[in-house]
């Protein structure tokens, strides 16, 4: 597998579903795993950062999640086998990428909006 293909905890990687250039680090995390400007990861941890997941599908970001100490976490779900994860917020995620996600069951409720 080439650079594109796999996360590195010592070294960048080029995202698979936006592919831009990702540093490998930055201020809040100790092992980059997830693009801070499309959010989306890939499936390759059994534990946070063993990287011996053998399923390598990328994982969609589903939610946030705060935390109770006030730190945001990102819900994602793998797009092959539907293991949920979470992995704490980077600090250069894209802000705007985290408020569209957090907005995203405001904008789309599932119930109508009608009133009766």
């Known amino acids: 597998m080439g650079r594109s293909y796999r996360f590195h905890s010592s070294e960048g990687f080029v995202c698979r579903r936006c592919k831009r250039d990702v540093p490998a680090e930055s201020f809040g995390t100790r092992q980059r795993n997830h693009c801070p400007a499309c959010l989306w990861s ?7 950062g063993d990287r011996r997941c053998p399923c390598q599908s990328l994982m969609e970001p589903i939610g946030v999640w705060v935390k109770r100490d006030g ?14 994860r979470t992995n704490r917020v980077a600090g250069d995620d894209s802000p705007w990428a985290m408020m569209s996600l957090a907005a995203r069951p405001l904008a ?5 909006l009608e009133s009766p």
Do not use: M, N, S, Y
Not at 71 to 84: D, K, P, Q, S, V
Not at 108 to 112: A, K, R, S, V, Y
């Open 42 to 48: 890939l499936h390759v941890d059994e534990t946070p």
């Open 71 to 84: 730190e945001w976490a990102i819900i994602h779900r793998c797009t092959a086998c539907g293991t949920l």
């Open 108 to 112: 789309q409720p599932p119930f109508p």
